[in-house]
């Protein structure tokens, strides 16, 4: 067998617990169209929401096939200017660098990557699913000696130490414990790697998670963090911030278009406006340094 480091994708997942595993189940069933239908129009498939200013003209087209198809490809330039945002501050990288997207779904963020460095990617996703249609995407844009995915646990990827030059989380923190993955990313990282991560968090000046906080963790079987423990988290794990962006704002314009979206709303998207507008759920980058 080949070992962890040779980009085999078909080592064993690490021995899950029983909520990784109904994680894992979630993600190998899911086939939202808010995820499938963005995607086939570039075959990028980010599993994140979106960020910057809407052409609300879509929603003023009399043709109602037309309509939804303009909505659609909106969306989706908002999600792929959210992970170009985050790509941004991975550099700077080189063709002979290699980077690790914990959580990477359907692959779209490594696709974002490599495209924008030509460094080597490697994601890890704990749905044998996701792993297998987005290694299947890789060989359809013919990268796949460069871009590679993985059914592992992010947690405990057999990666060796200090092999990747940078690193991010992409809306997926919530499904762990922050020190084991921040400890994981830290010990992949080489000295001075930088660490990316975009998240909804939940602002503990307020206390206790609100009671939208609530139900997005029932909606995605998550469990949101509160912000400062994000940075102590860091802290105890040898990743310096260096950025700090609240993205909230820019945010919104996204769920704000995505709820009149009759075709792709899941019924979270009112839960999400409340929870960004009373301020108890923020969205926020945070780039950091390995030291």
Same mark, same amino acid.
């Given at each position: 067998?080949?070992?962890?480091?040779?980009?085999?994708?078909?080592?064993?997942?690490?021995?899950?617990?029983?909520?990784?595993?109904?994680?894992?189940?979630?993600?190998?069933?899911e086939e939202n169209p808010v995820n499938l239908e963005l995607g086939k129009l570039?075959?990028? $498939? @980010? =599993?994140h929401y979106g !960020?910057?200013?809407?052409?609300?003209?879509?929603?003023?087209?009399?043709?109602?096939?037309r309509r939804r198809e303009r909505i659609t490809a909106e969306l989706h330039r908002l999600e792929h200017a959210q992970a170009e945002l985050l790509a941004a501050h991975l550099g700077p990288l080189t063709p002979?660098?290699?980077?690790?997207?914990?959580?990477?779904?359907?692959?779209g963020g490594s696709v974002v990557a490599h495209l924008r460095y030509g460094c080597r990617a490697d994601g890890v996703t704990i749905s044998a699913k996701q792993a297998e249609f987005a290694n299947a995407q890789a060989r359809?844009?013919?990268?796949?000696?460069?871009?590679? $995915? @993985? =059914?592992?646990?992010? !947690?405990?990827?057999g990666f060796a130490a200090g092999q990747f030059a940078a690193s991010w989380n992409n809306e997926s923190t919530m499904y762990?414990?922050?020190?084991?993955?921040?400890?994981?990313?830290?010990?992949?990282?080489r000295r001075g790697g930088r660490y990316v991560v975009i998240t909804g968090c939940y602002n503990d000046t307020y206390g206790q998670a609100s009671r939208e906080v609530s139900l997005i963790n029932a909606h995605?079987?998550?469990?949101?963090?509160?912000?400062?423990?994000?940075?102590?988290?860091?802290?105890?794990?040898?990743?310096?911030?260096?950025?700090?962006?609240d993205l909230t704002a820019a945010a919104?314009?996204?769920?704000?278009?995505?709820?009149?979206a009759d075709h792709l709303v899941t019924g979270i998207e009112d839960t999400f406006l409340t929870a960004y507008r009373n301020g108890s759920f923020q969205y926020l980058l945070i780039a950091a340094d390995r030291v």
């Open positions: 067998m080949k070992t962890a480091d040779a980009g085999t994708t078909t080592a064993p997942v690490p021995t899950q617990s029983t909520y990784q595993t109904r994680v894992a189940d979630y993600w190998n069933a570039d075959d990028l $498939y @980010h =599993h !960020l910057g200013d809407v052409d609300r003209s879509v929603l003023d087209d009399p043709d109602p096939v002979d660098d290699r980077v690790f997207d914990a959580g990477c779904g359907r692959g359809k844009r013919g990268i796949d000696d460069r871009v590679r $995915y @993985h =059914h592992r646990n992010m !947690l405990d990827t762990v414990e922050l020190d084991l993955l921040f400890a994981e990313h830290a010990r992949l990282l995605y079987i998550c469990d949101i963090h509160p912000r400062s423990e994000y940075f102590r988290a860091m802290a105890r794990n040898r990743l310096v911030p260096v950025h700090v962006e919104l314009p996204y769920w704000d278009l995505r709820k009149e």
